[in-house]
């Protein structure tokens, strides 16, 4: 076996599409306009819960709970952490992850693997924009460049002994594999020989007995990914298909939102709009919501004064417009998206050098209107440490597609709710709408069916879905709504939400209990 295959050994292997690059490929035969999707563009406002009975039923039908189930269900997975002489000895009990399309072919994606050579797990989400191609580079390579940046001097010098001498090489990650996920076996090889260029420059950069930082690491590897999607861009390849994708990969983009885990340890990596919050069960049994990550948006007042102050004073009004980065992208960090990071020189170069099928790509070939100083984007990571406590229950990861329908304290009492089968009475309220007294006894009934349903779903990140999905103006699912979001044809699926993922990983508070009275 090479040694490639060797080191990659677990990656994740597709199931829908085989192991190719198939789903990516798709949308190159459905060239769109610049900037087409909710990264970038506005969009047509989708009807309000109280309207949409006029709207949808032109563009949807009714599906029984069956057919919903199916739908909700087709990319769930759970782990559940193997327990040692009938003992979870592991921070993390296990976790549980789904995504629903609204774009086709879906342009988020997810990943979670166990470090091998060293302690911990790792989980992330990824939301692409202009296409697939950079959000699946990321969940294909993203945690092996993080697995390395992790290893100790001497397990680097390891690695590159046994490359040498063509010895088999251990894997550095266990892959958790989930639906959906695959790995492209034709840039395998590319793959590896830039972690490998990756790896041998750590090894010149740290000196024996050197064990690394986990937010040193974490940054380095966030950082140097980045660079070599644009470096692979710029060289190109001699194999034309390669060739093809290391420039879609360059020219789409896609955030990042990655969790490392190693006792009660806690890290978050953020660069763009995912989001990491944390559910902590308060002393009466409630759940409130802890956000550990920040949204590189216009909405954080930090990222626009960062902005700003990297470009000229004369570009003070144009570098962010509408909310949107040079008027056109919405998340502040990222990574590929070089259509606003190279020089326009650099950017009309590399395309006239590339294939056929870039040329008739609109997207590739627009330039940011007042691109004067680029660049203007970074996939710099935002890190993030929380010491874990016992009262820290679980995390959920996930792209915007789930902030944008859920406020994190919903989310939480959500989750939390389900986990622990404890629910919360809130008072009924009803937002300020005229209800009769049918409607109220209406809505009373839901929340009494909802207890005793909220276990139909096996998978926490499944039941959050549901709510994200089908939630009326009460808070409570519509089966209705529900079944008309969930049937909209595919062109009419991304005007009324986003893609969405989410990882939901639940803590073991006996392990963290005993870990933090250790420490202390």
Known sequence: MPVTSQLLRGFPR??????????????????????????HAPLPP?????????????????L???????????????????????????????????????????????????????????????????????????????FYYVAVSLLPHSTLCELEAAVEAGRPLSPILQWHKQPNDYFSREAQTLYFNSL???????????????????????????????????LEA???????FLHYWVLRVAFSGATACVAHIDGSDLYLANTGDGRAVLGVQEEDGSFSAHTLTNDHSAQNEDEVTRIRSEHPPSERKTVIRQDRLLGLLMPFRAFGDVKFKWSIELQKGVLESGPDQLHDNE???????????????????????????????????????????????????????YLTGVHQRQPLTVGGYSVTLGQMQGLL?????????????????????????????????DHERLSKMLSLPEELARMYRDDI??????FNPHVIGTQSSTLT
């Not at 710029?234 to 034309?240: F, H, L």
């Open 14 to 39: 597709a199931k829908l599409w085989g192991a190719s690059l198939l789903p990516c490929q798709r949308q190159a035969h459905r060239p769109s306009p610049p900037y087409s999707n909710s990264q």
């Open 46 to 62: 989708g009807p309000t819960t109280r309207g949409f009975h006029t709207t949808w039923d032109l563009l949807s039908y009714n």
């Open 445 to 477: 009934e839901e929340r009494k069916a909802r207890v005793s349903s909220a276990f139909e779903d096996q998978n926490a990140a499944t039941h959050l879905m549901r709510h994200a999905v089908g939630n009326n103006e009460f808070g409570t699912v």
């Open 64 to 142: 029984t709970p069956p057919q919903v189930n199916s739908i909700l269900k087709a990319n769930e997975y759970s782990f559940k952490v193997p327990e040692f002489d009938g003992k979870n000895v592991s921070s993390v009990m296990g976790f549980d992850s789904n995504q629903l399309p609204a774009n086709a072919p879906i342009e988020d994606r997810r990943s979670a693997a166990t470090c091998l050579q060293t302690r911990g797990m790792l989980l992330g989400v990824f939301d692409g924009h202009a296409g697939c191609a950079c959000a699946q580079a990321l969940s294909e390579r993203l």
């Open 234 to 240: 710029q060289v190109g390849d001699p194999n034309a």
């Open 363 to 417: 997207h590739t070939k627009f330039i940011p209107p007042n691109y004067h100083t680029p660049p203007y984007l970074t996939a710099e990571p935002e890190i993030t440490h929380h010491k874990l406590r016992p009262q820290d229950r679980f995390l959920v990861l996930g792209t915007d597609g789930l902030w944008e329908t859920l406020h994190r304290q919903e989310v939480v009492r959500i989750v939390g709710e």
């Open 196 to 230: 490998r260029t990756y790896w041998q420059e750590l090894i010149d950069l740290s000196s024996p007995g050197d064990v690394p930082d986990t937010r040193e690491a974490l940054q380095s590897a966030f950082k140097r990914l980045d660079s070599d999607l644009s």
């Open 501 to 506: 993922t989410i990882i939901v990983t639940q």
